[in-house]
């Protein structure tokens, strides 16, 4: 198809080390958290900043999510506190942002998107994975609404636990939708699955994390974990190791990427 000529990799990451690897790996976007673990929250404005400071220049949009849980209903307060965090964000240089809301019956909740569009002025918006807990059978109907909220880019895995078995889905949105917004592919999207989940959704944007685990050969360090082994545990999360992006995925999903583009 002739749009898929430059198909780009979004990453998210959640630390610094993260964005630093997926800049260096070729990544064209990146989307930066806090606590990928919950799924990507709010990122600290420190971490923007700094890396906003670096020489390597791609585009960071922000997520805003103030806190975990798949329901994705805030109440004022958190609205209040989410539109206080996109403001020192924005000071502070995020190239766009990553929002969804919904009301308790699973729709999209328009006010608080429209706050938050109002709000972003011309920064590009994401509407993020929330989309894969409306309805299905809506799933014209919803991505129609956020076209008109003024949406550029919906993330989703086609309302499955991934993009690979949610990639019918997937594959009729983008048919349906390319020319009014971007259906970004992404959950579980991994080099060796990349391939068929490019050519099954023709996308022109799909979405990684692009860990070590991303790649389906074992590591090739000696196994040993550099994780302190130690007796406290800071909280349930303490048990998952911490996942840094790794840049050689991120060159490999680049450059599967191009070359189907050039087929």
């Known amino acids: 198809m002739s749009h898929n000529h430059d198909v780009k990799l979004e990453v998210c990451v959640d630390s610094i080390a993260s964005a630093i690897a997926a800049m260096e790996g070729g990544a064209s976007r990146i989307e930066l958290c806090s606590a990928l673990s919950e799924g990507g929250l709010t990122p600290s404005v420190g971490v923007l900043k700094t890396l906003k400071n670096l020489p390597l220049t791609i585009p960071i949009y922000c997520m805003l999510r103030p806190r975990r849980g798949n329901d994705f209903v805030y109440t004022d307060y958190e609205m209040t506190a989410l539109l206080h965090d996109m403001e020192l964000l924005q000071e502070n240089g995020a190239d766009g942002f990553v929002f969804g809301a919904l009301t308790p019956s699973r729709e999209i909740n328009v006010e608080q998107c429209q706050q938050v569009l109002e709000k972003a002025k011309s920064l590009p918006m994401t509407f993020h994975r929330a989309f894969d807990v409306t309805n299905p059978e809506k799933m014209h109907e919803t991505t129609k609404q956020i076209i008109e909220l003024g949406f550029q880019r919906i993330l989703s895995s086609g309302f499955r636990q991934n993009a690979l078995d949610g990639l019918d889905n997937l594959a009729q949105l983008i048919a349906r939708h390319h020319r009014d ?83």
Do not use: W
Not at 245 to 259: E, G, H, P, Q, T
């Open 181 to 263: 917004i971007i259906i970004m592919p992404g959950a579980g999207i991994s080099i060796s699955n990349l391939e068929e989940i490019l050519t099954a959704t023709k996308c022109v944007d799909f979405h990684s994390s692009a860990k070590a685990g991303a790649i389906d050969v074992p590591d090739s360090t000696d196994g040993n974990s550099t994780r302190m082994e130690c007796d406290v545990n800071m909280g349930k999360q303490d048990i998952l190791p911490y996942d840094i992006c790794d840049k050689s995925v991120v060159r490999k999903m680049v450059a599967i990427a191009n070359s189907m583009a050039e087929k």
